[in-house]
């Protein structure tokens, strides 16, 4: 079992920037790939940004060049630096991790970003 606990979300001005966190725990052997999602109401769910076990990365290109995804390996924590936000970013933001046996997820943080 993993869980998952995101912190970091928050109110900000266009413009701005939050950091995303997302701890990993419980019992595993290992985490592959980390990502992050967001979901606003009505819509599916979207993939954000993806780092591999490894550290190769993939991001949407709605976010490309504003958000950076980060992990640290040892602390089985992922990141996301969101800078230049604009208010199409406004959303809840999930984590989610991949293990062998299956993907995991966390309980979202709210992003919101005024005009």
């Known amino acids: 079992q993993v869980q998952l606990v995101e912190s970091g979300g928050g109110l900000v001005q266009a413009g701005g920037s939050l950091r995303l966190s997302c701890a990993a725990s419980?019992?595993?052997?290992?985490?592959?790939?980390m990502r992050w999602y967001r979901q606003v109401p009505g819509k599916q769910r979207e993939l954000v940004s993806l780092?591999?076990?490894?550290?190769?990365?993939f991001s949407a290109d709605s976010v490309k060049g504003r958000f950076t995804i980060s992990r640290d390996n040892a602390q089985n924590t992922v990141y996301l630096q969101m800078n230049s936000l604009k208010p199409e970013d406004t959303a809840v933001y999930y984590c989610?991790?991949?293990?062998?046996?299956?993907?995991?997820w966390g309980r979202g943080t709210q992003v919101t970003v005024s005009a």
């Open positions: 419980g019992s595993f052997f290992r985490i592959n790939a």
């Open positions: 780092i591999t076990r490894g550290g190769s990365t």
């Open positions: 989610n991790a991949q293990t062998s046996a299956r993907d995991y």
